[in-house]
């Protein structure tokens, strides 16, 4: 079993920044592929980005490439989700999620993803 908790949302203007962290526990972090995603009021819960087994496997949703970025830190046992410029359509509850998976590829799709947060909420006020 893993654990995972969300931290680090809050209240933003439009163009501010955020960081939002991931941790997971329970079985060896580095097995893991993590990804972030999001749902806002009345939709469907969206993909935002994932890494694999290292910073050098990453994909982002088209809406936030360019000014998301997603990093691992193994040895915290943590996952960082660096928002910039952010927008009013941003704003939504933001949910980490993990995979233990035996090759290094990047699932999009929240089925895909065994072990899920509580979420965090970002605001961005327009």
């Known amino acids: 079993q893993v654990q995972v908790v969300e931290s680090g949302g809050g209240l933003v203007q439009a163009g501010g920044s955020l960081r939002l962290s991931c941790t997971a526990s329970?079985?060896?972090?580095?097995?893991?592929?993590i990804g972030w995603f999001r749902q806002a009021p009345g939709k469907e819960r969206e993909f935002v980005a994932v890494?694999?087994?290292?910073?050098?496997?990453?994909e982002y949703a088209t809406s936030v490439k360019g000014r998301f970025t997603i990093s691992r830190d193994d040895a915290a046992n943590t996952v960082s989700l660096q928002m910039n410029s952010l927008k009013a359509e941003d704003t939504g509850v933001y949910f980490c999620?993990?995979?233990?998976?035996?090759?290094?590829?990047?699932?999009?799709?929240?089925?895909?993803?065994?072990?899920w947060g509580q979420g965090t909420q970002v605001s961005v006020s327009s």
């Open positions: 999620a993990a995979v233990r998976l035996s090759l290094d590829y990047l699932p999009a799709r929240p089925g895909s993803y065994d072990y």
């Open positions: 329970g079985r060896r972090f580095s097995d893991l592929t």
């Open positions: 890494v694999g087994w290292t910073d050098d496997n990453t």
